[in-house]
């Protein structure tokens, strides 16, 4: 057996979203550094969150929204996953479900980085939630 056979499927879709996760924290810190360089804004006077958000332009801001977003939900998907891994229960139909769960977000990331139409970004959203609870329910189910 290869290394890459013995890495549990269920782990890759988790390295994905925590991939997802750096890559908009970056975007986030590009977005707002370029800004505040491009306006001459002192990174003291927006040393709160409320500065922030009043300093900086919505559309600067929604990168910070959504990495926000990323540790609500996420934390939860995490969670099931590991405990499938550890137990041994993961099946190919909880790996399709975390992958639908991961695309989706990924999808709702970059609706919500940068043109943010909320009934897309919602769409979205709503998807990879169901996929969640998809999970999480089978998971209660075998547990009882």
């Known amino acids: 057996m290869t290394p890459q056979e013995l890495i549990p499927p269920l782990l890759r ?7 997802l996760t750096g890559v908009v924290w970056l975007f986030m810190y590009v977005r707002r550094l370029g800004y505040m360089t491009r306006h ?4 003291q006077t927006v040393n709160t969150p409320q500065k922030m958000t009043v300093t900086m332009p919505e ?7 959504n990495l926000k977003n990323l540790f609500e939900l996420p934390v939860l998907f995490y969670a099931v996953c590991l405990v499938l891994v550890q137990l041994g229960w993961a099946t190919h139909t909880d790996v399709t479900a975390a992958w639908v769960f991961v695309g989706l977000r990924a999808v ?23 996929a969640l609870w998809f999970m999480l329910g089978r998971l209660v189910m075998r547990l009882c």
């Not at 879709?13 to 991939?19: N, Y």
């Open 13 to 19: 879709p988790m390295v994905a979203m925590m991939v």
């Open 108 to 130: 709702h990331s970059v609706v919500h980085c940068t043109v943010n139409i909320v009934m897309v970004r919602f769409m979205a959203y709503l998807g990879a939630s169901l």
């Open 59 to 65: 559309s600067v801001e929604f990168a910070s929204n």
């Open 40 to 43: 001459g804004i002192d990174a």
